[in-house]
């Protein structure tokens, strides 16, 4: 696969379609099970009230995997992303009901690089702050 966005035609300011997504109590116990991260303040809210969060968090790496979907989305090739980064600044809180959280992430090609690169600069927030910083991608495109 090769990213389906041409260099040319893409210019810094460039904003990629914006995505939402919902976080609940099962995703994160399914994100669990995938990864093997069965720290207990991602599904036990007793236990993270003890530890002093809110509330059960969600996983820091899914929070970032599902923040980078809205580039991988854009480049139509997860392959084209050679390099990404984030700091975790807040956590994603995931109440115990139906709705869960939501995270919602903006992105736009902040930089053209040298060789068909940009970067791209992400902005992933839930509840109103912001969870990651620093969140950026360099993606090769065609």
Do not use: C
């Not at 997504?21 to 036990?44: C, E, K, M, Q």
């Not at 927030?125 to 620093?134: F, H, I, N, R, Y």
């Amino acid at each position: 696969m090769t990213a389906k966005i041409a260099y040319d035609e893409v210019e810094v300011g460039t904003e990629l379609p914006a995505q939402t997504f919902p976080v609940t109590r099962a995703t994160l116990v399914r994100y669990a099970g995938a990864s093997g991260d069965f720290n207990p303040i991602h599904w036990n809210e007793k236990f993270a009230k003890e530890v002093g969060l809110p509330d059960v968090i969600a996983h820091g790496m899914f929070t970032m995997a599902e923040a980078i979907r809205v580039v991988t989305d854009w480049t139509g090739d997860p392959a084209a992303v050679v390099e990404y980064g984030v700091r975790f600044t807040k956590p994603v809180v995931v109440p115990n009901d139906e709705d869960g959280a939501v995270v919602e992430v903006s992105a736009k090609v902040a930089a053209k690089l040298d060789d068909g690169r940009v970067r791209v600069d992400l902005t992933a927030t839930s509840a109103g702050q912001k969870v990651l910083g620093m969140s950026r991608a360099v993606v090769k495109l065609a």
